[in-house]
């Protein structure tokens, strides 16, 4: 699977919390959103 780089502009607020949960999960934050990403369209595809 190729790569390509998204950006996404976010609150501050909300980039604490992901920082924060990534940091729980041991991930990076690029990591989180990408699983969070695969996730959704996972379920996306499976109610669609």
């Given amino acids: 699977?190729?790569?390509v780089i998204?950006?996404?502009r976010t609150?501050?607020?909300?980039?604490?919390?992901l920082?924060?949960?990534a940091l729980?999960?041991?991930r990076s934050?690029?990591?989180?959103?990408v699983t969070i990403l695969l996730k959704y369209l996972d379920?996306?595809?499976k109610e669609n």
Avoid: A, F, G
């Avoid at 609150?11 to 919390?17: I, Y």
């Avoid at 934050?29 to 959103?33: P, R, Y």
């Fill in 24 to 26: 729980n999960e041991n």
């Fill in 11 to 17: 609150s501050e607020e909300v980039k604490k919390d």
């Fill in 6 to 8: 998204i950006t996404v």
């Fill in 43 to 45: 379920n996306y595809k």
């Fill in 29 to 33: 934050l690029n990591n989180l959103i």
């Fill in 19 to 21: 920082d924060m949960i």
């Fill in 1 to 3: 699977m190729n790569s």
